[in-house]
């Protein structure tokens, strides 16, 4: 017989260790292992054109596949799988990692500020608003405007300095201290805010210290704003005798004769013998004229010192006089009184050399003479001429008998008149005649014309009239006002003329 294409063997056919014993038997075992193996093939070869097909040899035969992917060439690719999902689980736990560190160093930015600021503050000044959070790159010093950056700063009434910027307002210096002193939202030293609002006594120049509770506590000049500590008031500081002031430690006061001080812008008018007060004593009768009040006595007047006038004081029968301290007299009594012939001269801080004349006064009339103290200022010497003319035009027009708030006040008023017209030159009570008007101005110009100063000093001397306490010089004096205000001098003094009081 000739030989076929498939081979029948004789022998039994064993394939996978199994044994197969009959045809049937082989067939059935052959298709499940031939279905099995597609299933797997196609699950392998992921049914593309790279999978070769099996080859069927024959019913009886064994079935072979093709050759597929060798176990090492699919454990590489699977590794490099593995490897590349491994990289990129590495890459997210690492931006993982850096948002985690970023969000714990913003959260630590956030303290910093808040912790330099709560340093930074005094205790005895309120906390500040909270300082928002900005990212580093947006910080800008409020001192110089320019980005902060990487380095120290400090963060305080809700915004951030260089620590070199952080500077007092008043010195410039920068402020390293833990304490420092706010006015508004301005920063300083406390050192220069104490030196920039605490105030200084104008007589020894210290602070002035505070009282048992804790308070400053001062006194205060009512016209000159002079600020001193309040045991100047007992110690042995001496005033102007004119203006009031105290004397200052760093400035000298002139001491006259009798003991009186006197300071230097008072000094510059100062009158200070009988001559040189003669212009001025004829410039106030002629203001008494130019109102229709002429004096037709002449009247002496002399310029005295605190001793004699205090001796003529007592040698007066009647009068009312303003105590402690008197500068003039209308005397109606005849004494002798020692006035000043010559001027005293400067030497050093004291006036010395000054030279005195005995002089008797004889009663020619109701009125014998005027006496005002020496060394006073312009203004005041002639405010004081002024009252005591009025007492003497009073006396020489029969008016008799006036109580002191009467007497006084309406003095006081003619004193206040004549000041008025001084300090304030074109005013309502300005003698409207021009003979009046040219004497007191040619007596200020013989002086080289009012300053600032003596104007100055002409409103206090005003201000010490107006707001005297006693009832028969303060108080006459505002009523007196108060009635020529609302009548007139001329009808004023004509009612008092015939009631003796002031109109109402």
């Known amino acids: 017989m000739a030989p076929s294409g498939v081979s029948h063997l004789s022998q ?20 499940k292992w031939l279905s099995k193996l597609f299933k797997s093939g196609t699950g392998r070869g992921g049914g593309g054109g790279g999978g070769r097909h099996p080859q069927i040899l024959g019913e009886e035969n064994m079935v072979l596949r093709a050759p597929s992917r060798s176990l090492d060439d699919r454990s590489s690719s699977q590794k490099e799988k593995e490897e590349l ?16 560190r970023y969000r714990r160093r913003t959260d630590n930015d956030e303290e910093l500020p808040r912790t330099l600021q709560g340093s930074l503050h005094s205790p005895t000044y309120p906390p500040y608003s909270h300082v928002p959070y900005y990212p580093r790159e947006y910080r800008i010093c409020d001192g110089c405007k320019r980005e902060i950056g990487y380095g120290n700063y400090l963060g305080c009434m809700g915004t951030f300095f260089h620590p070199d910027c952080f500077c007092c307002c008043a010195c410039g210096r920068p ?8 006015s508004g939202r301005n920063p300083y ?28 506590e001062y006194r205060c000049h009512p016209f000159w704003s002079q600020k001193y500590c309040p045991s100047h008031e007992h ?10 002031r105290l004397e200052s430690w760093n400035a000298r006061y002139y001491c006259l004769e009798d003991g009186r001080r006197l300071c230097y812008e008072c000094m510059e008018s100062a009158i200070m013998d009988t001559g040189d007060c003669q212009p001025l004593y004829h410039a106030i009768r002629d203001y008494y004229e130019g109102m229709n009040m002429k004096l037709d006595q002449q009247i002496p ?12 004081i007592v040698g007066e029968k009647h009068g009312f006089h303003h105590m402690p301290e008197t500068r003039g007299l209308c005397l109606s009594e005849e004494q002798t009184v020692t006035s000043i012939l010559k001027r005293p001269r400067v030497g050093g801080y004291r006036l010395v050399g000054m030279r005195t004349q005995p002089q008797k006064l004889t009663r020619k009339c109701e009125v014998t003479a005027i006496l005002v103290l020496y060394g006073l200022p312009r203004l005041l010497t002639g405010a004081i001429l002024a009252h005591e003319l009025m007492h003497g035009w009073l006396r020489l027009k029969g008016y008799r008998n006036l109580n002191p708030e009467v007497e006084e006040g309406i003095c006081q008023m003619l004193s206040y008149m004549w000041l008025e017209s001084e300090v304030m030159p074109g005013f309502k009570n300005m003698p409207s005649t021009s003979v009046a008007s040219s004497s007191s101005s ?10 600032d100063v003596e104007n100055k000093l002409g409103e206090f001397f005003m201000h010490q009239i107006a ?6 010089y303060g108080g006459g004096f505002r009523a007196a006002n108060a009635a020529v205000n609302r009548y007139g001098l001329r009808r004023t003094l004509d009612h008092i003329h015939m009631t003796g009081s002031f109109p109402l």
């Open 12 to 31: 039994p056919c064993i394939y996978a260790g199994e044994f197969v014993s009959s045809h049937a038997e082989r067939k059935s075992r052959f298709m």
């Open 85 to 100: 999902d491994h990289a990129i689980a590495l890459s997210l736990s690492e931006d993982s990692k850096r948002r985690n």
């Open 175 to 182: 402020i390293t201290e833990h304490e420092f002193s706010l």
């Open 189 to 216: 030293h406390k050192s220069c805010f104490k030196e920039l609002t605490h105030p200084k006594c104008e007589v020894c120049h210290h602070f002035i210290p505070t009282n048992a509770a804790g308070l400053i």
């Open 235 to 244: 110690d042995i500081t001496a005033r102007c005798c004119s203006c009031e």
């Open 301 to 312: 007047m002399l310029l005295v010192e605190r001793q004699a006038l205090n001796e003529a």
């Open 442 to 451: 040619s007596s200020s110009s013989k002086k080289g014309g009012k300053s």
């Open 467 to 472: 707001n005297d306490a006693s009832p028969a």
